[in-house]
């Protein structure tokens, strides 16, 4: 990151430190709390794209910094099972961020939104205030249409 200051947007981190100090921070309090959360029921471990959950399940499905990122190492296909089990299982799903790992838009994303769109599913492109990547700021909400 240090090599490529142009590729990033320091607004909410303030620099590459603040981002490792920031993430140290999170990792920490994961720790502290996972005991207690996989006792409660609050950890399980899953794996796109088949998920142990039954049919509408959940209220809302969040799929961060995974499918779309890592576009070069994962089909279309994978993506499009992964994102068609998060709807099975959530009402509401939103990813986020929509670039891959060398900041360009993800060549999935376009077709998976087509074909989603044609089984009913209703496809918005929201901006967000956070944005770690340059131009990474948009996050695709897919919801059923009623």
Same mark, same amino acid.
């Given at each position: 990151?240090?090599?490529?200051?142009d590729?990033?947007v320091?607004?909410?981190? /303030?620099?590459p430190?603040?981002l490792? &100090?920031?993430?140290?921070?999170a990792?920490?309090? %994961?720790?502290a709390d996972?005991?207690? =959360?996989?006792?409660?029921?609050?950890? &399980?471990?899953?794996?796109?794209?088949?998920?142990?959950? /039954?049919n =509408?399940? %959940?209220?809302? =499905? #969040?799929?961060?910094? $995974? @499918? $779309?990122?890592?576009?070069?190492? $994962?089909?279309?296909? %994978?993506? %499009?099972n992964?994102?068609c089990?998060?709807?099975r299982v959530?009402q509401?799903?939103? !990813? $986020?961020? #929509? #670039?891959? @790992?060398? *900041?360009?838009?993800?060549?999935? *994303?376009?077709?998976?939104?087509k074909? *989603?769109q044609?089984?009913?599913?209703?496809? &918005?492109?929201?901006?967000v205030?956070?944005? #770690?990547?340059r131009?990474?700021?948009?996050m695709l909400? !897919?919801?059923?249409?009623?």
């Open positions: 990151m240090k090599n490529t200051p590729d990033w320091w607004t909410y981190h /303030g620099s430190d603040g490792r &100090e920031n993430r140290k921070r990792i920490e309090l %994961f720790c996972y005991e207690a =959360g996989k006792a409660e029921s609050r950890y &399980e471990l899953g794996e796109l794209p088949d998920l142990k959950y /039954g =509408g399940e %959940f209220d809302l =499905g #969040l799929c961060s910094h $995974f @499918l $779309f990122l890592y576009s070069d190492h $994962f089909s279309e296909q %994978f993506h %499009f992964s994102v089990e998060m709807l959530c509401e799903v939103r !990813i $986020f961020p #929509l #670039l891959t @790992l060398m *900041l360009k838009p993800s060549q999935h *994303l376009g077709p998976i939104i074909k *989603l044609a089984q009913g599913y209703q496809c &918005e492109i929201v901006t205030p956070y944005e #770690l990547q131009g990474g700021n948009e909400r !897919i919801t059923t249409v009623r």
